[in-house]
C-alpha cells in the first residue's frame, strides 16, 4: 500500500489513505465483517504515523464505510448503494442495474379518501379515491427504505386486486397495464431520524439517520401520476448528482 501514498501531494495522508481503503471496501477486498488492518499495521505498511492511520480510520467510519467495535477493531461495512439524481428510473430498476436482486414486502396495500396534503400533490378533490402502497424495498435481501406510494385510484382501477407488489414492479405495472408513462419527477430529500415504524421496518437504531424523500412523478402531459414519500437508510443508500458549471 505504500506506493499508493504520495507524500509530496497536496492532498494530506490520512486522506489519501481513507480513499485507498474506500476503494478497497467498494471493490470486494475488504467485504462486509471483515477486520480492516489496525491503527499500527496501516502506519507500519504506509510509512505513516499511528496518528494519521487513526483519521483515516476515524473518517472511514463517519462515511459509513466502516464500524469501529470496541476493543475488536474496525471492520469493513457493506458497500453503499449509490443512485444518481439523473434519470427517474423504478427501485427494481435501479437494484437490477447494479446486479443486485430487488425485493419488497407489503406492508399496506388499500383504497383510501385523500387527505388533503396528497390531493394537492396529486391534483385531486379532498376525499378522493386514492391506492396507498406501503412498502420495505429490499436489496440483496437487505432492507434499504421504507416507501409510500399514492396515486389516483381512477388512473389504476382495481390495481391492488391484480397484482402482488411483494413481487412485482409497480413502474412496470402502471406502464404495461394501465398505460401510464412516467416521464419527469420533482424531488426533495433531506437527512432525519427515523420515525419509529421507520426504525422498526429498517432494523436500524433510531439515532441512525435516514435521507427522507418525497417526490411527485407527472407523466408526459405533466399529469401527476404518484406522490411518494420514503425513508432510505443513511447507512446503505446514498443519492449522487452530478453538477456541470455555468457557460456565463
Not at 427517474?88 to 442495474?97: A, P
Not at 394537492?120 to 434499504?144: K, Y
Not at 406502464?175 to 420515525?195: F, K, V
Amino acid at each position: 500500500m505504500a506506493d499508493m501514498l504520495n507524500p509530496d501531494s497536496k492532498v494530506p495522508l490520512y486522506i489519501q489513505l481513507n480513499e485507498y481503503l474506500r476503494k478497497q471496501i467498494d471493490t470486494g477486498t475488504y467485504l462486509a465483517g471483515t477486520r480492516l488492518p489496525s491503527e499500527r499495521e496501516l502506519a507500519e505498511t504506509n510509512s505513516v504515523s499511528r496518528m494519521t492511520a487513526r483519521q483515516a480510520l476515524q473518517l472511514l467510519v463517519q462515511q459509513g464505510y466502516a464500524d469501529s467495535r470496541v476493543g475488536k477493531g474496525t471492520f469493513a461495512a457493506a458497500p453503499k448503494i449509490r443512485q444518481e439524481l439523473a434519470e427517474l428510473t423504478g427501485f427494481s430498476e435501479e437494484m437490477r442495474r447494479r446486479g443486485m436482486h430487488p425485493s419488497s414486502r407489503v406492508l399496506v396495500a388499500e383504497v383510501r379518501p385523500a387527505s388533503q396534503e396528497i390531493a394537492e400533490r396529486l391534483q385531486l378533490r379532498p376525499g378522493s379515491e386514492i391506492v396507498v402502497l406501503v412498502r420495505t424495498r429490499h436489496a440483496d435481501e437487505t432492507p434499504v427504505a421504507l416507501e409510500e406510494s399514492c396515486l389516483s385510484h381512477l388512473l389504476c382501477p382495481g390495481i391492488l386486486a391484480r397484482h402482488d407488489f411483494n413481487r412485482e414492479s409497480l413502474y412496470q405495472v402502471l406502464r404495461a397495464d394501465y398505460g401510464l408513462r412516467l416521464a419527469w419527477a420533482s424531488q426533495s430529500i433531506e437527512a432525519r431520524l427515523p420515525a419509529r415504524r421507520e426504525g422498526e421496518a429498517l432494523a436500524i437504531k433510531r439515532s441512525e439517520p435516514v435521507l427522507s424523500l418525497t417526490r411527485v412523478t407527472f407523466d408526459h402531459t405533466d399529469r401527476p401520476i404518484e406522490y411518494v414519500r420514503s425513508a432510505y437508510c443513511g447507512s446503505r443508500y446514498q443519492f449522487k448528482a452530478t453538477l456541470r458549471g455555468s457557460s456565463l
